[in-house]
Structures are given as structure tokens and as C-alpha cells.
């Protein structure tokens, strides 16, 4: 169990750490954005409704076909590259398609929805070349994944973040292309690391096509493609409702609050790349079920710190990070960061549908959701604006991690520890409001320190306190203090203690 559970925390950190890092870039690339003027807010409403097609775009653009290669990988070696190739050819041939219909129809969707079209039509449609090419890059980056090549994995894709950000500052900072500048950053990484990829696309492809193989794949992975497009809804959709009811720089204030409290992901992305794999294998174990109920339960405790934490911080960070314009985002961030901890609760409950190949009922989940979001918008923006925005997300993310998780169950009925659960929700609580309402005014950099340390501390407080911990692992706990402090100090012959 200990070493399974090592296995899956170490991919999280490999995956992660580049992740982590890039991200702490990202935030003060948007620091400098906003306060060297290089992006106004119109500029980040045009931004969150660039980001809202794209998604979408992606989402068809792979047929859910990514996650049929996953699913089919580990049957017959062999026939991996007649499946990989019949997947590749598809792609291209239906994309093409697909994207020549898009650039045609771009003129008169960026009329719809944007202050000034003939600024922001040049980044759409770089956006949508760049959405084009990447559509079958799942086929390395799986295959990695899949032959646990973590490091290689991250490798490239901390590669391409780099290449991305300093593109952006070239392009944006530099020579003030503004949105333009962006995707022209996006559209160029990608043709740098089309070739990369080939070393581990090579194997994969060969001139050869299979009907049957297509039809299984389309089989599994198309009733992935609603669920998918509704997914988006809980984020893209609500933004483009959101832009019928205020205005384009308003919309900007409510993206920027939406991407400091997507932290979250900081978490979810590295643990969701490594948790498919492992759940695969895991659920192979005689005592698989239980061990997938013990990283929910981590997983879960994870998220809680996340959220108390960036619900301390809030009103500190929209300082450091933003400008006192943006002030209203520090409102929307705990309820944002809520919303994205209840989709990290998805992805750990709803696996059962995977396992057992009941992915149908994925979209069952997904579309409630995005009825919850966008009935929620309708009814919650037109009186709050972007907070009624913000709270739509977060009760569409609430239904759709709860309906999901029940579906799951039906399907592969898992014991989940309940009582630990809710001790980690209590604690997050708890961390928050003391980091909060306890600790005095300062200034916004010294505050962001004090009520992030403040929360994490009491969290583990009140863990440590509550029972949360098991004897096992707070055994293990104290073995792991000790051998850190072992590494840095060590007991000389007369009884005393040296720095090593």
C-alpha cells in the first residue's frame, strides 16, 4: 500500500513541480501585465472569451479519441500502432474539416462578441490554427504517460510552458501585440515541438488504417465529447453568458479573479495526469478499492488546504498580484477555489465509470451540470454580475461531482472514509476562518505570508487534534521528521550533536 501511494505522490510531484513553477510565473507575468498596462481589462474580457472557444475547440478537435488510446493501450501491444494511426489519419482528415469551417465563420462570431472585432479577430484565428495542430499531440504525450515516463513527460511540458512565456514577454511585454501576442506565442511553441514529439510519435505511426479499430474507439470516446463540451460550459459557457449581462472590462476583472482562483489546478492538473494510470492499475489489486478510497480521502485533505488557504489570502494576493481596480475579485476567489476543489473531488470519485467502461454516463453528469450553470446564471448574474457568476460555478460543480460520484458507485460500489472526510472539511474551515478574522491588518505582501502560514499551520493543528490521523500514519510521520533531521544532524561520541 505505502509503496503504491509513494508511486502516484511522486508522479504528482514530477508532474507537478514544472507545472508549479510555470505557474508562479503565469502570476507575475499577469502582475506585470496589469500594472505596466500591457493588457487593459477589455483586453482580459476579450481573453476569458478567446479562452471560452478554445476550450470548446479542443474538446472536439480530439473526438474523444484521447481517451480512447488510454483505454485500449495496454490490450495488444501490436496492435498499438495500427490503433494510433487510425486515430492520427481520422483526426486530420475530420479536423481539417472542422477548422476550415471555423476560420470561415470567425469574421462574424468576433461581430457577436467582441467591443472591438477587428482587434481581437487575429488572435482568434491564431487560436483556432494552434487548436488545429495540437489535436493529436495526446498521442506522445498519452503514451509517456502510459509507459510511466514521467520525467520525460514533464520535461516537455515544462519545455513548452517555458517556450511559451518567454514568447509572451517578447511578444506582449516587448513588442506590445497586446491578445495578438498571446496566441502568436501558443501557435509558435507548437510548431517548435511538433518535431520533439516525433521520438515518441515515431513508433506510433505507420500508413495503415483500421475501420474496426476507429469504430471501437469512436465508440468509447465520442459519449466523451458531450461530457466533455458540457464540462467546459462550467467555465467557458458561464463566461459567455456572463458577457450578455456586463460589460467586456467588467468581464476582465471577473477572468483575472478566476485565474488567481484556479490555484487549485496548481494541485489538480499535476495529480490528474498521474492519477489515470494509476487508478488503472490500482483497480487490478485484490485490495485496489481500498486503496482508492485512501488517496480520495488525501486527496480531499489536499484540496481543503487549498481552498482555506486562498480564502485567507484572498484579498492580499488581488493586491500583490492586480491593482486596487480589481478589488472586487477578492470576493469571487473562495467561492472560485471552492468550485474548483469540488472538481478535483470529480475526478477522484468518478472513476468507477471509467473502470468499468460506463462512460455513457459521463454526460449525464456533465449536462446536469451545465443546466445547473447556466439556469444558476440566468437567474443569479442579471442582480450580482460576476459573483452570481461565480456562485453558478460553484453549485453546477457541486452537482456534477455529486450526481458523478453517485453514478460511479452504482457501477463499482466503493467504501469511502466518510468520518476522516469530514474532519478535513471541518479543519478547512476552521483554517480559514482563523487565518481570516484572526490575524490584524498588514501590509499586502507581509498579509499574503502571515494568513497563508496561519492557515496552513492550524489546518495541521486541528488534523493532528481532530483523530484525523491513523497510529500507521502518524508513525509514519514522525519516522519521516525524523530521517530529515537525521540528514542534517548527527550524535557525536561524547553526547552531543554536530551539523553535518
Do not use: C
Request: charged share 15%; no cysteine.
Amino acid at each position: 500500500m505505502r509503496d503504491r501511494l509513494k508511486q502516484l505522490s511522486t508522479g504528482v510531484a514530477i508532474y507537478g513541480a514544472g507545472d508549479v513553477a510555470i505557474q508562479v510565473v503565469n502570476f507575475a507575468l499577469l502582475a506585470v501585465y496589469v500594472k505596466g498596462g500591457f493588457l487593459t481589462a477589455l483586453d482580459f474580457g476579450g481573453l476569458a472569451l478567446l479562452g471560452a472557444i478554445e476550450a470548446f475547440a479542443k474538446v472536439l478537435s480530439r473526438w474523444g479519441l484521447d481517451g480512447a488510446f488510454m483505454r485500449y493501450y495496454h490490450e495488444d501491444a501490436e496492435r498499438r500502432p495500427r490503433l494510433a494511426s487510425t486515430i492520427l489519419w481520422f483526426l486530420l482528415a475530420a479536423n481539417t474539416l472542422v477548422f476550415a469551417g471555423a476560420f470561415a465563420a470567425a469574421p462574424f462570431v468576433a461581430v457577436r462578441l467582441f467591443d472591438d472585432p477587428a482587434k481581437y479577430l487575429p488572435a482568434a484565428n491564431l487560436m483556432l490554427a494552434n487548436t488545429w495542430l495540437i489535436a493529436a499531440t495526446f498521442l506522445p504525450f498519452h503514451s509517456m504517460r502510459m509507459q510511466r515516463q514521467a520525467v520525460a513527460y514533464s520535461a516537455l511540458t515544462f519545455a513548452r510552458s517555458v517556450g511559451t512565456v518567454v514568447l509572451r514577454i517578447a511578444l506582449v511585454i516587448w513588442l506590445g501585440l497586446g491578445l495578438t501576442g498571446v496566441y502568436l506565442a501558443d501557435l509558435a511553441v507548437t510548431l517548435l515541438l511538433l518535431p520533439v514529439l516525433w521520438r515518441w510519435g515515431r513508433p506510433l505511426v505507420a500508413f495503415t488504417f483500421s475501420w474496426d479499430d476507429l469504430s471501437r474507439a469512436l465508440r468509447f470516446g465520442l459519449p466523451r465529447v458531450p461530457h466533455g463540451m458540457a464540462q467546459q460550459i462550467l467555465d467557458g459557457g458561464n463566461k459567455l453568458l456572463l458577457n450578455r449581462y456586463i460589460t467586456q472590462p467588467e468581464l476582465g476583472v471577473f477572468q483575472n479573479g478566476q485565474a488567481l482562483g484556479t490555484a487549485i489546478k496548481f494541485f489538480t492538473g499535476a495529480f490528474e495526469t498521474a492519477w489515470a494510470p494509476f487508478y488503472y492499475a490500482a483497480a487490478r489489486e485484490p485490495d485496489g478499492k481500498i486503496t482508492l478510497a485512501k488517496v480520495a480521502t488525501y486527496g480531499v485533505a489536499v484540496l481543503a488546504l487549498l481552498v482555506a488557504a486562498m480564502t485567507a489570502v484572498a484579498h492580499d494576493v488581488v493586491l500583490v498580484v492586480l491593482t486596487p481596480d480589481y478589488l472586487r475579485a477578492a470576493d469571487l476567489l473562495p467561492i472560485i477555489a471552492l468550485g474548483m476543489a469540488l472538481q478535483g473531488v470529480y475526478l477522484l470519485t468518478s472513476i468507477g465509470l471509467n473502470l468499468t467502461s460506463r462512460t455513457e454516463f459521463y454526460p449525464v453528469a456533465t449536462f446536469t451540470a451545465a443546466a445547473a450553470v447556466l439556469a444558476g446564471g440566468v437567474w443569479l448574474m442579471p442582480r450580482h454580475g460576476a459573483l452570481g457568476a461565480a456562485l453558478a460555478f460553484l453549485f453546477a460543480s457541486a452537482v456534477q461531482a455529486g450526481l458523478a460520484g453517485a453514478l460511479a458507485h452504482r457501477f463499482y460500489p466503493m467504501r469511502y472514509e466518510t468520518a476522516r472526510i469530514a474532519r478535513v472539511v471541518v479543519a478547512g474551515l476552521g483554517a480559514a476562518l482563523l487565518a481570516r478574522w484572526a490575524v490584524p491588518s498588514m501590509a499586502p505582501l507581509a498579509g499574503l505570508v502571515v494568513r497563508g502560514g496561519t492557515a496552513v499551520i492550524a489546518y495541521a493543528l486541528m488534523l493532528w487534534w481532530s483523530g484525523f490521523l491513523r497510529p500507521s500514519e502518524r508513525a509514519y510521520l514522525v519516522e519521516l521528521v525524523t530521517r530529515v533531521r537525521g540528514r542534517g544532524w548527527r550524535r557525536s561520541p561524547d553526547g552531543t550533536s554536530a551539523r553535518l
